[in-house]
């Protein structure tokens, strides 16, 4: 079993590069991997403050700030006061980025689409089954 565990988890990550570099590459991709990040943890968590998106996807500070000045610019993030303490900034989410999501959503789900290609339908149906089972979402 240990042997068969590692094989999944080497063909996750596998997978997972393969995925993110097709998406990467795409010339329909709307922003980079770590802005894709960014708006996924702004939205999914409501405005955050810098530091807290930093730390979470683990780069410095300065690195967040030119990419929220960048996604601020392009108009798919604003930055707002934190009303606890007004001296600090929240990063949140606006409706152009809300869409921005959407679209690389999208293409991912088509990019990802195309690597099922490689499955028979009996084997990708198998394949949701158990990685919904194994994500303890149970069809």
């Known amino acids: 079993m240990e042997s068969d565990v590692r094989r999944i988890a080497e063909s996750l990550v596998r997978l997972q590069k393969q995925l993110n570099a ?3 590459q795409h010339p329909e991709m709307p922003v980079t991997l770590p802005q894709l990040m960014l708006l996924h943890l702004a939205r999914r968590n409501g405005p955050y403050r810098l530091t807290e998106l930093a730390a979470k ?14 996604l601020e610019k392009r108009g798919l993030v604003r930055r707002v006061h934190d009303p606890g303490d007004r001296r600090a900034m929240l990063v949140e989410v606006t409706a152009e980025g809300e869409e921005t999501l959407r679209m690389a959503e999208e293409l991912r789900r088509r990019l990802l689409g195309r690597f099922m290609e490689r ?16 994500a303890g979402a149970e069809a």
Do not use: F, Y
Not at 58 to 66: D, G, L, N
Not at 119 to 134: S, W
């Open 119 to 134: 499955l028979d339908p009996a084997e990708v149906r198998l394949l949701a089954d158990l990685l919904g089972r194994l």
């Open 22 to 24: 097709a998406l990467a």
């Open 57 to 70: 996807i683990e780069v410095k500070p300065s690195a967040v700030t030119v990419m929220v000045d960048r």
